[in-house]
Nanobody
């Protein structure tokens, strides 16, 4: 599985960005996908995950502002980020879990720092200024 993020940038408070993650074909059908972020001096944290049925989960700090989605045709994973705040400034990473087996669950982003995810992109920087 290969992942490559794009779409990061610098915006002002209240602005929007859409992150994209190009993945290998059919990745979403067999893996849990997630977006993580890491700010300078802080631990990596989960932001949003989506399971192979397309069911999303969000951490409370981004719920209602961010939307995770996947495009099976283009094999892209997206993170639409609205109402951005300075606290959202971080390097954002796209990640995929190991191949899911029957009965496996996709972890809630509030309960993981990424240990269940074994494939990672190189990251894209998001900077929000006040």
């Amino acid at each position: 599985v290969q992942l490559m993020e794009s779409g990061g940038g610098a915006v002002q408070t209240g602005g929007s960005l859409r992150l994209s993650c190009a993945a290998s074909k059919y990745t979403y059908r067999h893996h849990c996908m997630g977006w993580f972020r890491q700010a300078p001096g802080k631990e990596r944290e989960g932001v949003a995950t989506i399971d192979h049925y397309g069911s999303p989960s969000y951490v409370d700090s981004v719920a209602g502002r961010f939307t995770i989605s996947q495009d099976d045709v283009k094999h892209n994973l997206y993170l639409q980020m609205n109402s951005l705040q300075p606290a959202d400034t971080a390097m954002y990473y796209c990640a995929a879990s190991a191949l899911l087996r029957e009965g496996d669950d996709c972890p809630h982003p509030a309960l993981t720092r990424g240990a269940e995810f074994i494939y990672w992109g190189q990251g894209t920087q998001v900077t929000v200024s006040s």
